[in-house]
Structures are given as C-alpha cells and as structure tokens.
C-alpha cells in the first residue's frame, strides 16, 4: 500500500509524558499537513510543511506542540507535558503542490491519542 | 480566517431517496471548495472540488455538488442513495495555503 501511514495508531498516556507520532505520506507528495480532530468536529488545521521547511503554524498549536519534517519525507509531531484536553484524533495528510491553487489532500488513518 | 458551517449534524434517510447535505461558508473572496467522507475507522477521502469553471460539479460514488457563489453555498447531493453511503461527510474550504473544514454531517442511510 503506497497511502499515507501513521504510527501508532492508536496510543495512551498519562497526563505529563511526552508523546511523539510518525507520519510517512506518499512519497512523490512535497506537502504534509498535520490536523486534530475530536469527538464531533472536523479536522482542525495545527501545521503544514513544504518538504522540509514548515511554512505555517495555527496558533492553536501550544508551544507544548513541535513538528518536523528532516528530510522533507516522514514527519514527527511530539507533544510534551500532554494535558487531557489533548486527547484526540491526529490526522496527517500530503498532497502534491505544484504552484498556485491546492490539490487533493490523501489522508492517513490517524493516531487516536487518549490522555489519562 | 475562514469558517464553513454544515447547518445538518446528523441526516436520516431511507435507502434509494435522493439526500442533500447543506455547507455554508464565510468569504468575500474566492477560495476553492471540496467534500471529503469518511468511514467508520478510515481516513478521509475526497469526494469531489471545485477550483473553478463549471458551477455543478460531479465527484465519485454518485455524488455532486453546486458551487452556488451569491448564497456562498457548496450543497452535496445524491439523487438515490445506498447503505454504503453511510458515513461522516465534511465540507473544506482551501484558504491562503490551509484548509478549513467544516464540523460534519453524519449520514445514515436506513434500509
């Protein structure tokens, strides 16, 4: 399966720990974004990387919250010190940018982060 | 910041009826617009976008959408819908490099 991926996919925590998840997108796709999502909402946007450089922050995302992309492939996103309210869904999609205007955004499963 | 609103969370409808599932969104400018669903426990897939041209746009499984630009509209509809077609379903909006989505609208589709 060539598809987005996300590892783990499903993970808990208790509050205070460090998390860190693993995003790997379709390899030719030089866009990764990185969403939240919980129970009853869509997908809120926290950041996007052109190949290695990450070109936007939400300032929703805390500076408990870093991510990066190294090498422009497979993407981190960590969380330290995590809170309750950060349990949630954590989606990761990528997309093929080739200029002006967006093209289609492939999505991965997610990772489901429970916080106790 | 853009905002899109999905005036419908949830929508019952019995098998083989048309549906038509409402999206709203805030901008005076012009953005590109799409639907995505997804499954119980699957990532999200997109149905169909509008980027430009035609105002009706048509999109896998059925699925069609008109980009309506005065009412600031993006309605789904389906003339005949299956039980497959059973799933969460968000309205996006692609705005200055980001996309918003909307809250969701649950679909049931009742044999």
């Known amino acids: 399966d060539t598809g987005v991926s996300q590892d783990p996919r499903h993970k808990i925590t208790k509050r205070g720990q460090n998390v860190t998840f693993r995003c790997d997108p379709i390899?030719?796709?030089?866009?990764l974004y990185w969403y939240r999502q919980t129970l009853g909402q869509g997908p809120e946007f926290l950041t996007y990387?052109?190949?290695?450089?990450?070109?936007?922050k939400s300032r929703l995302l805390s500076d408990r919250f870093s991510a990066e992309r190294p090498k422009g492939s497979f993407s981190t996103l960590e969380i330290q010190r995590t809170e309750q309210g950060d349990s949630a869904m954590y989606l990761c999609a990528s997309s093929l940018h080739p200029g002006t205007g967006p093209n289609e955004q492939f999505f991965g499963p997610g990772t489901r982060l429970t916080v106790l | 910041a853009q905002s899109v609103t999905q005036l419908d969370s949830q929508v019952p409808v019995f098998e083989e009826a048309p549906v038509e599932l409402r999206c709203n969104y805030s901008s005076s400018v012009s953005v590109y617009l799409f639907w995505y669903v997804q499954y119980p426990n699957q990532g999200l897939q997109l149905l169909l976008k509008?980027?430009?041209?035609?105002?009706l746009v048509k999109g896998i499984n059925g699925f069609e959408a008109e980009f309506n630009k005065s009412q600031t509209s993006f309605h789904l509809r389906k003339p005949s819908v299956h039980i497959s077609d059973t799933a969460e379903y968000f309205c996006a909006v692609y705005f200055g490099n980001q996309f918003y989505f909307g809250t969701g609208t649950s679909l049931t589709v009742i044999p």
């Open positions: 990387f052109q190949n290695e450089a990450q070109l936007e």
């Open positions: 390899s030719e796709h030089n866009r």
């Open positions: 509008y980027l430009s041209g035609s105002t």
